[in-house]
């Protein structure tokens, strides 16, 4: 009764008393009582704003407020305004409260026609093949260094930055509707969406693959690259195609000038979307990203690919360190979901779709006749079944999407990577990813067993395609690549004297080259039994500090787990020792990994890394590291300070043993290790390291 009486009660009332019926009977004496209402929700600002137009000749000012109005908008930017007296309008814009026309961009949800299964993720694994908790896919080969790569689809912007409406269970049967933003606040949106997506990966650093559907038009996949690759958002390289729904031409701004219309070409708009994206991500159709000799970055188009002889391609194929083929794919082959049935660009044709699913086809085959032993990433937004009718390649790695159907093959048979469809019902983005062997490139791999002279810059091409950085190498000789059962050792004759290339630097031998040759088999022998025991627990290291977060980088009996936070196993006696180190010299060192993880100075992710740490070693997943903590200490034990080298002594030896478990290469030689005997391991390891540490000439810039 109050209330009705005197309307500004209600500001003082009881959240209990205050119906949404009082409050629309309130605005309906007076749309200005809303001011007295606590919280109004968007739907009673926008009903006070539209319930009473002025007409032409009654003055405004009385009915609404700048006050009010600034306050509704700042609760509700996407309020109709259409009706607000126009001097309200011009002073909202003057305070940017109300964006210009040309500012305004239409977001229009379209869905297509596509499968649709109820059950979340179709999953297939092997015994076998595992993933750790992260979603990271171990599909390495080998026991080498390998690297991460990350992938996301079907991200559909239009809905994800959208609220669905009331009705409906399931992303197909949510009601939507076109909406206009101003482009700040589509950037706010697609930010914090893309803060989950960034966050959700161990390493912002690493190779990130895209599958299309990004969004329906080309201005807002722009706004998306261009927020993704800001600088608080991904660092590493990003390969991307395009989707079905990229092709459409919905009618929305675009990037301008140009518009994408209806009658354009497919190679059109893909051109226009290869323009927006710019240097932001590598954009593929039927092209092929090659990793040139491990370190140039080379994509092949279709024709390059066709044209190109095969003995052409396939010697650019083997010199490269990483493949990835990339394209729509098209659905040519689904006699369902066909350019009939699902969304294509308007001038798009069934006829179209089967050639443009042929010519796809053709590229594949070419590539995978060429690469035929290799692994390659084959990067589609349609299933392989759209667009071919072969079986996978158990070699390859298939990463797609489109389906909106999660799912997931990991066997002999083949790699099929779609389980990280967003689709259209907004949730939070979260990346997968797959861990592969990096793949070193061997120029003098057609060379045949022996002592081959080279010259300076092939030794420098031979090191850089290796992954081993060597500026130069200005000894005056004559370089010998001794080359046997696949390992090398570098030998510099100058003179009558001889000396064991490391890299840039060089340490001197005793012996002559055919010594040497005659030896090797037996040396490599030698040091894999010696040493192969540590290597593997530094290896098992390495895994459990990605596991939680960390770099895993290994670096002689370091294992890094970032910058500054490391892990060193001593050689001597198999203990760990956490340490943070800001140089060389200066050190401290703590005596479990949870307690360097809770005090660092300075840890990049600090609590995510301690939380996962945590988790994981409360699961047993961290049997190297948690088994090496004592639960008797907790967490405020006083670090020690460290204020000497001398951890880095048999490290910078394990580190020029590494290249030979690594890259295959020879960098010490000790003739004490040809008489290794495997049944005292420990004494020869610690005899061997201690001998090899005092000739030793190399130096390590890491710490």
Same mark, same amino acid.
């Given at each position: 009764?109050?209330?009705?009486?005197?309307?500004?009660?209600? +500001?003082?009332?009881?959240?209990?008393?205050?119906?949404?019926?009082?409050?629309?009977?309130?605005?309906?004496?007076? @749309?200005?009582?809303?001011?007295? *209402?606590?919280?109004?929700?968007?739907?009673?600002?926008?009903?006070?704003?539209?319930?009473?137009?002025?007409?032409?000749?009654?003055?405004?000012?009385?009915?609404?407020?700048? $006050?009010?109005?600034?306050?509704?908008?700042?609760?509700?930017?996407?309020?109709?305004?259409?009706?607000?007296?126009?001097?309200?309008?011009?002073?909202?814009?003057?305070?940017?409260?109300?964006?210009?026309?040309?500012?305004?961009?239409?977001?229009? @949800?379209?869905?297509?026609?596509?499968?649709?299964?109820?059950?979340?993720?179709?999953?297939? *694994?092997?015994?076998?093949?595992?993933?750790?908790?992260?979603?990271?896919?171990?599909?390495?080969?080998?026991? &080498? @260094?390998?690297?991460?790569?990350?992938?996301?689809?079907?991200?559909?912007?239009?809905?994800?930055?959208?609220?669905?409406?009331?009705?409906?269970?399931?992303? /197909?049967?949510?009601?939507?509707?076109?909406?206009?933003?101003?482009?700040?606040?589509?950037?706010?949106?697609?930010?914090?969406?893309?803060?989950?997506?960034?966050?959700?990966?161990?390493?912002?650093?690493?190779?990130?693959?895209?599958?299309?559907?990004?969004?329906?038009?080309?201005?807002?996949?722009?706004?998306?690259?261009?927020?993704?690759?800001?600088?608080?958002?991904?660092? $590493?390289?990003?390969?991307?195609?395009? !989707? #079905?729904?990229?092709?459409?031409?919905?009618?929305?701004?675009?990037?301008? @000038?140009?518009?994408?219309?209806?009658?354009?070409?497919?190679?059109?708009?893909?051109?226009?979307?290869?323009?927006?994206?710019?240097?932001?991500?590598?954009?593929?159709?039927?092209?092929?990203?090659?990793?040139?000799?491990?370190?140039?970055?080379?994509?092949?188009?279709?024709?390059?690919?066709?044209?190109?002889?095969?003995?052409?391609?396939?010697?650019?194929?083997?010199?490269?360190?990483?493949?990835?083929?990339?394209?729509?794919?098209?659905?040519?082959?689904?006699?369902?979901? =066909?350019?009939?049935?699902?969304?294509? #660009?308007?001038?798009?044709?069934?006829?179209?779709?089967?050639?443009?699913?042929?010519?796809?086809?053709?590229?594949?085959?070419?590539?995978?006749?060429?690469?035929?032993?290799?692994?390659?990433?084959?990067?589609?937004?349609?299933?392989?079944?759209?667009?071919?009718?072969?079986?996978?390649?158990?070699?390859?790695?298939?990463? #797609?999407?489109?389906?909106?159907? =999660?799912?997931?093959?990991?066997?002999?048979?083949?790699?099929?990577?779609?389980?990280?469809?967003?689709?259209?019902?907004?949730?939070?983005?979260?990346?997968? $990813?797959?861990?592969?062997? *990096?793949?070193?490139?061997?120029?003098?791999?057609?060379?045949?067993? $022996?002592?081959?002279?080279?010259? /300076?810059?092939?030794?420098?091409?031979?090191?850089?395609?290796?992954?081993?950085?060597?500026?130069?190498?200005?000894?005056?000789?004559?370089?010998?690549?001794?080359?046997?059962?696949?390992?090398?050792?570098?030998?510099?004759?100058?003179?009558?004297?001889?000396?064991?290339?490391?890299?840039?630097?060089?340490?001197?031998?005793? /012996?002559?080259?055919?010594?040497?040759?005659?030896?090797?088999?037996?040396?490599?022998?030698?040091? +894999?039994?010696?040493?192969?025991?540590?290597?593997?627990?530094?290896?098992?290291?390495?895994?459990?500090?990605?596991?939680?977060?960390?770099?895993?980088?290994?670096?002689?009996?370091?294992?890094?787990?970032?910058?500054? =936070?490391?892990?060193?196993?001593?050689?001597?006696?198999?203990?760990?020792?956490?340490?943070?180190?800001?140089?060389?010299? =200066?050190?401290?060192?703590?005596?479990?990994? !949870?307690?360097?993880?809770?005090?660092?100075?300075?840890?990049?992710?600090?609590?995510?890394?301690?939380?996962?740490?945590?988790?994981?070693?409360?699961?047993?997943?961290?049997?190297?590291?948690? &088994?090496?903590?004592?639960?008797?200490?907790?967490?405020?034990?006083?670090?020690?300070?460290?204020?000497?080298?001398?951890?880095?002594?048999?490290?910078?030896?394990?580190?020029?043993?590494?290249?030979?478990?690594?890259?295959?290469?020879?960098?010490?030689?000790?003739?004490?290790?040809?008489?290794?005997?495997?049944?005292?391991?420990?004494?020869?390891? *610690?005899?061997?390291?201690?001998?090899?540490?005092?000739?030793?000439?190399?130096?390590?810039?890491?710490?």
């Amino acid at each position: 009764m109050a209330v009705r009486s005197y309307p500004i009660s209600l +500001q003082d009332a009881s959240s209990e008393f205050i119906s949404k019926e009082l409050c629309m009977w309130a605005l309906d004496q007076d @749309p200005m009582n809303l001011e007295y *209402i606590p919280s109004p929700d968007s739907p009673l600002i926008e009903y006070a704003i539209d319930k009473k137009t002025p007409s032409d000749n009654e003055d405004p000012c009385p009915l609404l407020s700048i $006050g009010l109005c600034r306050r509704a908008l700042q609760r509700n930017p996407e309020l109709h305004i259409d009706t607000l007296p126009s001097q309200i309008q011009e002073q909202l814009k003057a305070e940017g409260l109300i964006a210009s026309p040309d500012s305004i961009i239409t977001i229009t @949800p379209i869905k297509s026609a596509i499968p649709y299964c109820k059950d979340k993720t179709l999953f297939r *694994i092997p015994k076998t093949i595992s993933k750790d908790s992260h979603f990271i896919y171990d599909l390495t080969e080998g026991d &080498g @260094p390998a690297r991460t790569l990350y992938y996301i689809t079907d991200l559909h912007l239009e809905f994800q930055i959208e609220k669905a409406g009331k009705n409906g269970n399931s992303e /197909h049967d949510v009601a939507y509707e076109a909406h206009n933003y101003t482009e700040d606040d589509i950037r706010k949106r697609i930010k914090r969406k893309l803060k989950t997506l960034v966050n959700s990966a161990d390493n912002q650093y690493d190779m990130l693959l895209i599958g299309g559907d990004v969004a329906n038009s080309i201005e807002l996949e722009s706004i998306f690259y261009e927020e993704l690759t800001s600088h608080d958002g991904w660092k $590493g390289e990003i390969v991307c195609i395009l !989707g #079905n729904h990229e092709l459409i031409a919905d009618g929305t701004k675009t990037c301008s @000038p140009r518009k994408c219309t209806a009658g354009e070409s497919i190679d059109e708009i893909v051109s226009a979307y290869r323009k927006a994206i710019g240097p932001r991500a590598t954009l593929l159709e039927n092209q092929l990203y090659m990793l040139y000799k491990g370190r140039k970055r080379v994509v092949l188009d279709e024709a390059d690919i066709i044209n190109s002889s095969v003995d052409e391609l396939t010697e650019a194929c083997n010199m490269s360190s990483m493949l990835i083929l990339g394209g729509i794919g098209f659905s040519g082959l689904n006699p369902i979901y =066909n350019a009939n049935s699902i969304l294509y #660009n308007s001038s798009m044709t069934l006829e179209e779709d089967v050639a443009r699913s042929k010519r796809f086809r053709a590229v594949y085959e070419k590539v995978l006749t060429c690469a035929e032993n290799l692994r390659v990433i084959v990067l589609t937004h349609t299933q392989m079944a759209d667009w071919s009718t072969d079986a996978y390649n158990p070699k390859g790695i298939y990463v #797609n999407g489109h389906t909106h159907q =999660n799912t997931l093959l990991l066997d002999k048979s083949g790699v099929i990577l779609s389980d990280n469809q967003i689709g259209y019902a907004p949730r939070p983005w979260k990346l997968k $990813g797959f861990n592969l062997d *990096i793949r070193r490139v061997d120029i003098f791999a057609s060379y045949p067993d $022996g002592a081959h002279q080279i010259g /300076h810059d092939q030794y420098i091409e031979f090191n850089r395609c290796m992954g081993i950085s060597v500026q130069s190498c200005k000894y005056p000789g004559e370089i010998y690549a001794l080359k046997r059962c696949g390992y090398y050792m570098f030998i510099l004759k100058d003179g009558e004297r001889l000396y064991l290339l490391v890299g840039g630097r060089r340490n001197k031998l005793t /012996h002559e080259i055919d010594y040497y040759f005659e030896h090797l088999p037996v040396y490599v022998d030698r040091v +894999q039994g010696a040493f192969g025991p540590y290597q593997n627990a530094l290896h098992m290291i390495a895994d459990e500090v990605k596991q939680f977060g960390g770099s895993g980088t290994e670096h002689g009996c370091i294992v890094d787990i970032d910058y500054f =936070n490391h892990i060193y196993l001593n050689p001597f006696d198999g203990k760990l020792t956490p340490y943070f180190a800001w140089d060389m010299d =200066n050190k401290i060192t703590f005596k479990t990994v !949870g307690q360097l993880l809770n005090g660092s100075p300075f840890l990049l992710q600090e609590s995510s890394m301690l939380e996962r740490y945590k988790k994981l070693s409360k699961r047993r997943a961290l049997p190297m590291l948690s &088994g090496h903590d004592n639960d008797n200490e907790g967490m405020a034990t006083i670090p020690s300070l460290v204020l000497d080298r001398a951890i880095y002594k048999p490290s910078r030896i394990m580190r020029s043993i590494q290249y030979l478990f690594d890259q295959n290469i020879i960098r010490l030689w000790r003739d004490e290790i040809l008489s290794f005997d495997p049944s005292i391991a420990n004494t020869q390891l *610690i005899y061997a390291i201690e001998q090899a540490e005092q000739e030793c000439n190399e130096t390590s810039g890491n710490y």
